[in-house]
């Protein structure tokens, strides 16, 4: 097993990056003075620990520095309080703790467990452990009143377990914030009582107007509270801290057997406290049998004393001596000697002492209903876990996540920064949507540096001068002017993350690009029934019907993230069941995807406005090509979503240029006429002498940049395709005036061409764009257009359809 954690090293291989970057985590059991061993067998680990350290020239740690979470009950969270929160080395803790058992545990209050009254009395004076806490937390510059979460990010988060007295359940007391749990806002005094206050030892412990014991019974061993605790901190989400997990100490008070520790008491403590006593150990042999790979791979390890201490009493503060003598037995026998030894091995991998995350300026919380993208979570932490361990990098790292508008790319982000936030001296969020907001950002940057900062180049530039581990993300870089590369802080240090709707801001990735797509099908499923607040169920047929309806809505709505969280919020405000959903949005698609739910945290909203800002890129922009795009963005709307050959543009353009040179036909004419022809888009010149696709590949390229449409390339042919709720958009985004307009110069288009061989070839992708141009409204089809003229264009796209384009070359062709 020794071998297990340098088995890469020796044979050359690849360094896991959990070595030196994942978390630390230290647990600590209750027991009375028997807290001692706890204490001895610590300061083992840390003076081998440092002695190795100092021997390769490095500074000594101490538990506080080296410890991401330390957790504890009763007097292992009393210690955990001073090692984590008050920050002291391990002698440092001991000398207290001797003096804290001795004061305390003295001279008893009561000597007998209950009152003539037959209440439960505390055998020790409660104000004298109040009085030696807060000479502890004196001594050691803080104020007992200080709050436990004073609301500073401290170099180690500490939790201890306590149990509210009128509804027994374990409460944790914690020195940082955890938005999405509920908190109890104590002192560090409050928080040192609450959890040492034994019951039939010390009395209730009052935080604000609730009451407090200790929270022996049930976790005295709280290495399951500190598992649950680090993954509530680190991945909320998915509840499995495994893979983050460097090295998990649990430290036992020492193995007191199965007997009662008083045999004076009456028969229900007896009982009690028999609990309290063997729960220890029943814990540690179920944990580690969830936790054996750990185990094996010397990541785990449980240190308790076997023998000497089973007759010690919770209060017997004379034993200090034996107790010490007990645990230097126990860390004396060969067994203990290796697993300590490869525990060190274990701690001393980390190169350095843990990240503290200072800086934190993301301003949004994650998304309570954030599903799915686990495989993408895990590729981009590895890459990004991988970075942070490169000694000297010589590029900086930079991810770049594209994407349609509502696809989660912001979201993505804000995951990344919570799981990896403590890997990280800061993390910056600047968004870069407009000039003035990212300018505004950085400036921001710079006030959190405590830089003087007269332009937003120098926040910029303090940042890539901070020689501690950074992470910003760019979100919103989507408008297609500005070269994003303005934005980069100069340098190979730190991590970068882009969001953008641009593809082209793939040439910014040196790490990862992530083009974002729809959900899986299972993910869609699960995240449209969490939003519609319908519960999975158990397996049956029921069950199974709920599920075929959520997959035919997540189908109907290509598993788009934002689209389906809408829809779940539809149905849960009882608009309609999941059953009719399909149906109400034939008939309401436009009313359903304009919904806006409260659970959407979108800057958006909802489908149709993320879809809308691109096209308010466009405008914006004073680019030919931005205008061509708004140009050809309704035209493409008219046919199909499936993929649509360019090459018809083209043979619009043959068609026209043929009827441009010939003499126009009558208006009565059913024949396409010169009024057809000018009715084409701007940018299909039919003056020109050839043919010039220049100005339609930039039109495709802008909406492409912004996720708009999709492009293809198949036997050298480029078709461009549409999102089905992109194209829903970009129909009802226009009135009945230019949904006409629209109508009129596409049909144009595909009646123009239909002369043209092209057809022959891409007559199958060609069908289904002309049979939806054919199925509009007749009277969005005729509208203020001459009847003849738009009598004319159904005729040459019937023919079309009927699989006519021999006759429609002849048609066409006598002009």
């Not at 003076?47 to 000594?60: D, F, M, P, V």
């Not at 750990?294 to 009493?313: A, K, P, S, T």
């Not at 991988?386 to 696809?407: D, F, H, N, Y």
């Not at 995951?415 to 990212?438: P, Y």
């Amino acid at each position: 097993m020794a071998q297990a954690v340098s088995v890469d090293r020796a044979t050359g291989g690849p360094s896991n990056p959990v070595d030196s970057t994942g978390l630390c985590l230290l647990s600590l059991d209750g027991g009375g003075v028997r807290g001692l061993s706890t204490l001895h067998i610590l300061k083992s680990i840390m003076t081998r620990l440092n002695h190795e350290r100092r021997e390769s020239g490095a500074s000594e740690l101490k538990p506080c520095e080296l410890f991401d979470l330390i957790g504890g009950t009763s007097t292992g969270g009393l210690i955990a309080i001073m090692l984590g929160r008050l920050e002291m080395d391990v002698d440092e803790c001991i000398t207290a703790y001797n003096r804290l058992i001795k004061a305390v545990f003295e001279q008893k209050a009561h000597w007998t467990p209950l009152s003539w009254r037959g209440q439960v009395q505390p055998r020790f004076d409660s104000a004298k452990l109040k009085a030696v806490i807060d000479e502890v937390i004196t001594s050691r510059g803080y104020s007992p009143t200080e709050p436990f979460n004073n609301g500073k990010s401290h170099g180690c988060h500490v939790f201890v377990c306590t149990a509210a007295k009128d509804l027994y359940g374990i409460t944790r007391l914690r020195s940082y914030d955890l938005p999405e749990k509920p908190s109890v806002p104590a002192t560090i005094s409050e928080a040192a009582l609450a959890t040492s206050a034994a019951t039939g030892f010390f009395d209730p412990v009052f935080i604000g107007a609730r009451q407090f014991v200790d929270g022996a019974l049930g976790v005295n061993n709280p290495v399951e509270e500190v598992e649950g605790e680090a993954s509530d901190i680190w991945c909320a989400d998915t509840g499995d801290v495994k893979s983050l997990v460097k090295c998990f100490i649990s430290i036992g008070t020492g193995n007191p057997g199965k007997k009662a520790i008083e045999h004076n008491l009456l028969k229900f403590l007896s009982q009690t406290l028999v609990q309290i006593t063997t729960e220890t150990e029943e814990t540690a042999k179920r944990f580690v049998g969830r936790w054996r790979q750990h185990f094996v791979q010397n990541r785990y390890f449980r240190l308790n004393v076997e023998q000497g201490l089973q007759d010690v009493d919770l209060a017997e503060y004379k034993e200090q001596g034996r107790i010490e003598e007990a645990a230097h037995q126990y860390l004396d026998d060969q067994q203990q000697i290796f697993r300590v030894r490869d525990c060190v091995a274990n701690l001393k991998q980390k190169q350095k002492a843990r990240t503290v995350n200072v800086h934190w300026s993301v301003r949004r919380p994650v998304h309570t209903l954030f599903t799915g993208r686990d495989c993408i979570l895990a590729s981009l932490e590895d890459k990004i876990q991988k970075a942070l361990v490169e000694v000297t990098p010589t590029v900086q790292c930079r991810i770049v996540i594209s994407g349609m508008g509502g696809q989660g790319k912001s979201e993505i982000c804000l995951q990344l920064a919570q799981r990896l936030r403590t890997l990280f001296w800061g993390v910056f969020w600047v968004d870069v949507s407009t000039s003035s907001l990212a300018e505004n950002g950085f400036l921001d940057i710079a006030t959190r540096l405590q830089i003087s900062a007269s332009t937003w180049e120098d926040g910029r530039q303090a940042l890539a001068n901070v020689q501690q581990p950074w992470m910003l993300v760019l979100d919103n870089a989507d408008d297609l002017d500005v070269d994003y590369q303005t934005y980069f802080p100069p340098g190979s240090a730190g991590v970068m993350v882009l969001t953008s709707r641009n593809e082209e801001c793939q040439q910014y990735a040196t790490a990862d690009f992530v083009a974002l797509e729809g959900l899986t099908t299972e993910e869609a499923t699960a995240l449209l029934l969490k939003v519609a607040g319908v519960a999975p169920g158990a397996a049956g047929e029921q069950h199974s019907v709920r599920n075929d309806d959520a997959r035919r809505v997540a189908t109907l709505l290509q598993s788009h993230p934002l689209a389906l969280i809408q829809a779940g919020a539809y149905v849960k405000r009882g608009h309609c069941g999941l059953a009719e959903y399909p149906r109400v949005y034939e008939r309401q698609r436009k009313r359903l995807l304009r919904f806006r739910p409260s659970q959407v945290q979108s800057r958006y909203r909802d489908v149709y406005a993320t879809f809308e800002a691109s096209v308010e890129i466009l405008q914006a922009s004073p680019t030919e090509s931005s205008h061509d795009a708004l140009e050809l963005l309704p035209l493409l709307a008219v046919g199909g979503p499936s993929p649509l050959p360019l090459s018809l543009f083209a043979a619009a353009w043959t068609g026209a240029h043929g009827i441009r040179e010939g003499e126009p036909g009558d208006e009565d004419d059913l024949r396409l006429t010169t009024w057809h022809v000018s009715c084409l888009p701007s940018w299909i010149t039919v003056g020109a002498d050839a043919w010039d696709s220049f100005r339609l590949v930039e039109a495709v390229s802008a909406l492409r940049a912004l996720a708009l449409v999709s492009r293809h390339v198949e036997d050298g042919q480029v078709r461009v395709s549409m999102h089905p709720l992109v194209h829903a958009w970009a129909r009802d985004r226009q009135d009945e005036r230019r949904q006409h307009a629209s109508w009129v110069a596409m049909s144009c288009v595909v009646a123009l061409s239909g002369g043209d061989d092209m057809w022959r070839v891409q007559a199958r992708l060609l069908q289904p764009h002309v049979q939806a141009t054919t199925s509009w409204e007749m009277g969005c089809m005729f509208g203020s257009a001459p009847r003849a003229a738009v009598a004319g264009i159904l005729v040459a796209c019937r023919l079309l359809i009927d699989g006519g384009w021999i006759c429609m070359t002849s048609w066409v062709g006598t002009y």
